[in-house]
Structure formats: structure tokens, C-alpha cells
Nanobody
Framework: QVQLVESGGGLVQPGGSLRLSCAAS????????MGWYRQAPGEQRELVAA???????NYADSVKGRFTISRDNAKNTVYLQMNSLKPEDTAVYYC????????????????WGQGTQVTVSS
């Protein structure tokens, strides 16, 4: 059973910073791409940032220059450093990972974390 466990959300004032973490655990052969999505109330879930196993990353235009995604392949963990936070960044942030099965090596599936709330407010 594969699990993604997120941490690091919370309440922060505008202009502040937060760092989210997401660790994958369980029966895995390899973790491929990892990413962060967010969903605000009444809105669709959107991609925030993603990173390949080799370290190539991409970002939503709304967070470029403020957020940085990184990963530690040895720990199967992805991070999202969020700086200069704005009220419009308020959302539930979800971790996503493409994980290759340990038992059936031809199988790769997408997994989601449970979500962590980020609230930016004064």
C-alpha cells in the first residue's frame, strides 16, 4: 500500500512563507514525477508545480518567482517552498506522485495525499 503524507500547512500573513513536505511510503519500486496541486473553495484543482525525477520543474504562472519545488529521491519526498504568499494562495494543497509498482514493474499509477490547508490572511 502506497501512501503520500503531507505536512507544513497553516495560517500565515500576506508576504510570509511556508514550506510544504510530502513523503511517499509503502511498497514502491520507483517514484517518478511529483507535484503539488491546490484547490480553493468553489474552484477546480489546479497544478501549482511539478518536478521530474531528474529535477526538471515547471510552475503555474501565478506562482513563478515565489514558489520553489524540490525533491529528495533518497527520501521519496517532495517539497514546496512558498514565499511572498498572497491571500489568493489560500487553498488546500495536495501532493501527487507517479509511482512504479514494486510487485508489478510494468504498472505505474498516480497517487494523492490527503491535502493540507494553507491560509494566507492578516
Amino acid at each position: 500500500q502506497v501512501q503520500l503524507v503531507e505536512s507544513g500547512g497553516g495560517l500565515v500573513q500576506p508576504g510570509g512563507s511556508l514550506r510544504l513536505s510530502c513523503a511517499a511510503s509503502g511498497s514502491m519500486f520507483r517514484v517518478w514525477s511529483m507535484g503539488w496541486y491546490r484547490q480553493a473553495p468553489g474552484e477546480q484543482r489546479e497544478l501549482v508545480a511539478a518536478i521530474t525525477r531528474g529535477g526538471s520543474s515547471n510552475y503555474a504562472d501565478s506562482v513563478k518567482g515565489r514558489f520553489t519545488i524540490s525533491r529528495d529521491n533518497a527520501k521519496n519526498t517532495v517539497y514546496l517552498q512558498m514565499n511572498s504568499l498572497k491571500p489568493e494562495d489560500t487553498a488546500v494543497y495536495y501532493c501527487n506522485a507517479e509511482i512504479q509498482s514494486q510487485r508489478v514493474r510494468t504498472d505505474t499509477a498516480a497517487y494523492w495525499g490527503q491535502g493540507t490547508q494553507v491560509t494566507v490572511s492578516s
